[in-house]
């Protein structure tokens, strides 16, 4: 499966951010999707995952009430809602399939990976 990430940009803290990444191929709807992210300097972290049905969602702490995941199957497309933006969620976003059986937060997990869009949030 090919993903492309898009939505990122420049905003002022406390705003909001929709992150979009298209899926190309027959695995999207069999997949666990997951976003990430890397600030610089530090290494790539767990955001938020969702199953393949959409009824199973897990975030990382800190994001927690500000984010949602969530997919479209039938538009082969994952979304990550970002509300009440802050300096410190700078950072590259990928988004990631994984074909496993578990929707895991793990890095090593994901199968295929997008090209990642920025997200700079200014205080």
């Known amino acids: 499966v090919q993903l492309q990430a898009s939505g990122g940009g420049l905003v002022q803290a406390g705003g909001s951010l929709r992150l979009s990444c298209a899926a190309s191929?027959?695995?999207?709807?069999?997949?666990?999707m997951g976003w990430f992210r890397q600030a610089p300097g530090k290494e790539r972290e767990f955001v938020a995952v969702?199953?393949?049905?959409?009824?199973?969602?897990n975030y990382v702490d800190s994001v927690k009430g500000r984010f949602t995941i969530s997919r479209d199957n039938a538009e082969n497309t994952v979304y990550l809602q970002m509300n009440s933006l802050k300096p410190e969620d700078t950072a590259v976003y990928y988004c990631?399939?994984?074909?496993?059986?578990?929707?895991?937060?793990?890095?090593?997990?994901?199968?295929?990976w997008g090209q990642g869009t920025l997200v700079t949030v200014s205080s």
């Open positions: 990631a399939a994984d074909t496993g059986i578990v929707a895991g937060i793990e890095v090593r997990r994901y199968d295929y």
């Open positions: 191929g027959r695995t999207f709807s069999s997949s666990h």
């Open positions: 969702i199953s393949r049905s959409g009824a199973i969602r």
